[in-house]
């Protein structure tokens, strides 16, 4: 699955704990939520290390997340875990937001 747009700088206004959110904007602005009820560990985002002349160097930073298992972990600093979204579905953040206050 491909992501919509840099989720490292957004903060989603839903904050419940069960089952997990994340949010996205379609394109006319609105806030939607993927309501997932699956989203095991994948892997991470970071910066891939190596040995320069006596120093410590920075080789890459890939745009895709490495998975867990990838043969460059040992050497990455990661900075942000990744998820992968399982089973959800696309929902509206005013109606989820309604359906919560409802629940209360």
């Known amino acids: 699955m491909r992501r919509r747009s840099s ?11 069960s089952p997990r959110l994340a949010c996205a904007r379609t394109s006319d602005g609105r806030s939607t939520v993927y309501l997932a009820q699956s ?4 892997g ?15 080789v890459a930073q890939p745009e895709e997340p490495l998975p867990y298992g990838h043969a460059n972990l040992p ?3 990661a900075s942000q875990l990744v998820r992968r979204l399982g089973s959800f579905r696309l929902v509206d953040l005013d109606e989820l937001m309604r359906e919560l206050s409802a629940a209360a």
């Open 7 to 17: 989720p490292r700088s957004r903060r989603c206004a839903a904050g419940t704990s």
């Open 39 to 42: 989203a095991p560990m994948y």
């Open 44 to 58: 991470v985002h970071g910066t891939l290390y190596g040995y320069g002349e006596n120093s410590v160097r920075v």
């Open 75 to 77: 050497t990455l600093l």
